[in-house]
Antibody, heavy 117, light 110 residues
Framework: QVQLQESGPGLVKPSGTLSLTCAVS?????????WSWVRQPPGKGLEWIGE???????NYSPSLKSRVTISVDKSKNEFSLKLSSVTAADTAVYYC??????????WGQGTLVIVSS | EIVLTQSPGTLSLSPGERATLSCRAS???????LAWYQQKPGQAPRLLIY???SRATGIPDRFSGSVSGTDFTLTISRLEPEDFAVYYC???????????FGQGTKLEIK
C-alpha cells in the first residue's frame, strides 16, 4: 500500500517561496505513475496544482504555472513542490498524491501552510 | 477549460434514504476521465468512483456512478451514517493536460 507524507514549513511570509516535500513509501517514485500536488484553502474546494512523472516530465495548472515548480528526487524516493511569490490566497492544506488512470488514487494526509507575516 | 458544476450545493437526507448527486460538465468529457471523491472533515479525499462508473478498491456497492451526455451522477442507494461528507467530482483534461474539480456537494444529516 502506497503511503505519502508531506513535510515543510507551516508558515511562509508573503512574497516568499512555499516549499514542500512528499516522501513516498510502499512504492517507488520511479513506478509508472504520475505524482501530483493538490491544495484546498480552508473551507473551500480542491485545486489541482500540477504533476510530475518519474522521468521529470511535468504539467502545471495554467493558473499557477508561472509560479510552480515540481521536481523529483529518485534517490530519496520523494518529490517536491515550490510555489513562489506567495500571498494570503495561497494559504491552504497542501496534499501530495499518486495518480491512477485519470484520477487521484492515493493521497497524503495533507499539511496546512499559512501565508502570513 | 472544462468547468464542472455540482448540484445541489447541500443535500439534507436521513440515513437509509437514497442520495443523488449531480456533476455537469461545460463540454463533452470522456467517461474515462471522470472520478468522484468523498471527503470527511480533517481528512484527505478518498477515491470512490473512476471512469464514471467503476468503484475503487474497497468501496461499498451502495455507491454507484452513471453518465448521460455531459451529466454525471453519483448515487448512494441507502445512506449509512458514515456517508455524510462532502463529495467532489473531477475530470481529466488533455489540452492542456491536468485535472479540475467540481465545487463539491455537502451531504448532511437531516
Amino acid at each position: 500500500q502506497v503511503q505519502l507524507q508531506e513535510s515543510g514549513p507551516g508558515l511562509v511570509k508573503p512574497s516568499g517561496t512555499l516549499s514542500l516535500t512528499c516522501a513516498v513509501s510502499g512504492g517507488s517514485i520511479s513506478s509508472n505513475n504520475w505524482w501530483s500536488w493538490v491544495r484546498q484553502p480552508p473551507g473551500k474546494g480542491l485545486e489541482w496544482i500540477g504533476e510530475i512523472y518519474r522521468g521529470g516530465s511535468t504539467n502545471y495548472s495554467p493558473s499557477l504555472k508561472s509560479r510552480v515548480t515540481i521536481s523529483v528526487d529518485k534517490s530519496k524516493n520523494e518529490f517536491s513542490l515550490k510555489l513562489s511569490s506567495v500571498t494570503a490566497a495561497d494559504t491552504a492544506v497542501y496534499y501530495c498524491a499518486r495518480q491512477g488512470s485519470y484520477n487521484v488514487e492515493y493521497w497524503g494526509q495533507g499539511t496546512l501552510v499559512i501565508v502570513s507575516s | 477549460e472544462i468547468v464542472l458544476t455540482q448540484s445541489p450545493g447541500t443535500l439534507s437526507l436521513s440515513p437509509g434514504e437514497r442520495a443523488t448527486l449531480s456533476c455537469r460538465a461545460s463540454q463533452s468529457v470522456s467517461s474515462r476521465y471522470l472520478a468522484w471523491y468523498q471527503q470527511k472533515p480533517g481528512q484527505a479525499p478518498r477515491l470512490l468512483i473512476y471512469g464514471a462508473s467503476s468503484r475503487a478498491t474497497g468501496i461499498p456497492d451502495r455507491f454507484s456512478g452513471s453518465v448521460s451526455g455531459t451529466d454525471f451522477t453519483l448515487t448512494i442507494s441507502r445512506l449509512e451514517p458514515e456517508d455524510f461528507a462532502v463529495y467532489y467530482c473531477q475530470q481529466y483534461g488533455s489540452s492542456p493536460p491536468g485535472y479540475t474539480f467540481g465545487q463539491g456537494t455537502k451531504l448532511e444529516i437531516k
